[in-house]
């Protein structure tokens, strides 16, 4: 199914299961409990823990773009927890990219190296080198989060499982709209349905998406038992907003492929990193497994002080640590701790009319 029908389906998804009289958007169920006489059986709705008929209908719209069963979760690093305590025991090893979200790095050494995990760490364009032996999962995240380097996922992905071992992607910075890892060969797709699909800035959630079974029900029961379940209110927001995230998604990386050529030529910008600059590094491995280019762009200053001026001395721009919303935001990355240079700044660009936007832009700029 193409990404158009998909979209296309995805708007009268609810509308295929209802009776007369049944609202067309979807009611928001806040219950903790359920009637339930008698036994317990499949498919009926039990406790709020486990149960819930919202998560029902965002897991269904996930599903359907995904091509995938899901599983949602309050957050995206629910969603990573709920993959990794999937797959990993005690004695097992892991590798993770060493410049792609610090936080997935964090959980990895600070917690599951403490249950007899070995955690390695190698940088995002290593990982199209192969040496995948002797790991029992190993995490791609492309086009990584700051730097936009990208992996080659059908050849990861099939030398992963030759050596034994489970893929998980984080497709965030892309969604299932711009690159599709199951596709690919990937194991377990993870996301942060806080970015593009959610894309308000209003709801924190995240889910797995896989087409194993055994991998799905591991997901499945670490939820239930370790209670990582998302709020039915924001459930029903997420659900809200994937009705829009195609059209919003192509808005967004049609700006952002305007906006990083105009980058590219303005004087105080001394380097641009973007997937759909034809010489970008990470072109074309992009262009063969990407359907659209992304919105964010990585772009260098000259030092912090630009960056922070830029950041803060440009109207159409928010100040923030996350992305994929409807504005355009931007955050000086090396102020976690991100290997960046100290003037790098990770745009993420909106939905807002792309002239206004790029002339915001360059008066910021100009007045470095």
């Given at each position: 199914?193409?990404?158009?029908?998909?979209?296309?389906?995805?708007?009268?998804?609810?509308?295929?299961?209802?009776?007369?009289?049944?609202?067309?958007?979807?009611?928001?169920?806040?219950?903790?409990?359920?009637?339930?006489?008698?036994?317990p059986e499949p498919g009926?709705?039990?406790?709020?823990?486990?149960?819930?008929?919202?998560?029902?209908?965002?897991?269904?719209?996930?599903?359907?773009?995904?091509?995938?069963?899901?599983?949602?979760?309050?957050?995206?690093?629910?969603?990573?927890?709920?993959?990794?305590?999937?797959?990993?025991?005690?004695?097992?090893?892991?590798?993770?990219?060493?410049?792609?979200?610090?936080?997935?790095?964090?959980?990895?050494?600070?917690?599951?190296?403490?249950?007899?995990?070995?955690?390695?760490?190698?940088?995002?364009?290593?990982?199209?080198?192969?040496?995948?032996?002797?790991?029992?999962?190993?995490?791609?995240?492309?086009?990584?989060n700051p730097g936009l380097?990208?992996?080659?996922?059908?050849?990861?992905?099939?030398?992963?499982?030759?050596?034994?071992?489970?893929?998980?992607?984080?497709?965030?910075?892309?969604?299932?709209?711009?690159?599709?890892?199951?596709?690919?060969?990937?194991?377990?797709?993870?996301?942060?349905?806080?970015?593009?699909?959610?894309?308000?800035?209003?709801?924190?959630?995240?889910?797995?998406?896989?087409?194993?079974?055994?991998?799905?029900?591991?997901?499945?029961?670490?939820?239930?038992?370790?209670?990582?379940?998302?709020?039915?209110?924001?459930?029903?927001?997420?659900?809200?907003?994937?009705?829009?995230?195609?059209?919003?998604?192509?808005?967004?990386?049609?700006?952002?492929?305007?906006?990083?050529?105009?980058?590219?030529?303005?004087?105080?910008?001394?380097?641009?990193?973007?997937?759909?600059?034809?010489?970008?590094?990470?072109?074309?491995?992009?262009?063969?497994?990407?359907?659209?280019?992304?919105?964010?762009?990585?772009?260098?200053?000259?030092?912090?002080?630009?960056?922070?001026?830029?950041?803060?001395?440009?109207?159409?721009?928010?100040?923030?640590?996350?992305?994929?919303?409807?504005?355009?935001?931007?955050?000086?990355?090396?102020?976690?701790?991100?290997?960046?240079?100290?003037?790098?700044?990770?745009?993420?660009?909106?939905?807002?009319?792309?002239?206004?936007?790029?002339?915001?832009?360059?008066?910021?700029?100009?007045?470095?």
């Amino acid at each position: 199914m193409s990404d158009e029908k998909r979209a296309a389906r995805l708007q009268h998804l609810r509308a295929e299961g209802l009776a007369k009289g049944d609202p067309l958007a979807l009611p928001l169920t806040m219950a903790s409990m359920f009637n339930l006489p008698g036994n317990p059986e499949p498919g009926v709705a039990g406790y709020g823990r486990m149960d819930n008929p919202v998560w029902d209908a965002v897991e269904e719209a996930l599903a359907l773009i995904e091509d995938a069963p899901v599983r949602v979760f309050p957050s995206g690093m629910a969603a990573i927890s709920a993959a990794l305590f999937a797959v990993l025991k005690a004695g097992d090893r892991i590798l993770v990219p060493s410049d792609g979200y610090y936080t997935t790095r964090l959980l990895a050494d600070r917690y599951f190296a403490k249950l007899g995990v070995e955690v390695v760490e190698r940088p995002t364009v290593a990982f199209s080198e192969g040496g995948y032996d002797g790991f029992a999962l190993v995490f791609l995240e492309t086009p990584s989060n700051p730097g936009l380097d990208v992996i080659d996922l059908a050849g990861a992905c099939a030398a992963i499982r030759a050596a034994g071992g489970v893929s998980v992607v984080d497709n965030t910075t892309m969604t299932p709209f711009g690159q599709r890892p199951l596709d690919l060969g990937a194991d377990l797709v993870v996301a942060s349905d806080t970015k593009a699909p959610g894309g308000h800035s209003d709801v924190l959630m995240g889910h797995v998406a896989t087409r194993d079974a055994a991998l799905l029900d591991e997901v499945t029961q670490w939820r239930k038992l370790s209670g990582a379940i998302p709020g039915p209110f924001e459930a029903w927001l997420l659900h809200r907003s994937l009705e829009t995230l195609e059209v919003r998604f192509d808005r967004m990386c049609a700006n952002a492929q305007v906006i990083a050529e105009r980058l590219a030529d303005h004087p105080a910008v001394g380097q641009v990193r973007f997937p759909g600059f034809a010489g970008d590094p990470a072109h074309a491995v992009a262009a063969k497994q990407m359907t659209r280019f992304g919105f964010l762009i990585g772009l260098t200053l000259k030092d912090e002080a630009a960056a922070e001026a830029f950041i803060n001395g440009c109207a159409m721009l928010a100040p923030t640590t996350s992305f994929g919303g409807t504005h355009s935001t931007a955050e000086r990355r090396a102020r976690w701790g991100d290997d960046v240079a100290p003037g790098f700044v990770r745009l993420s660009v909106g939905i807002e009319p792309v002239d206004p936007l790029w002339q915001a832009l360059d008066t910021a700029l100009s007045a470095l």
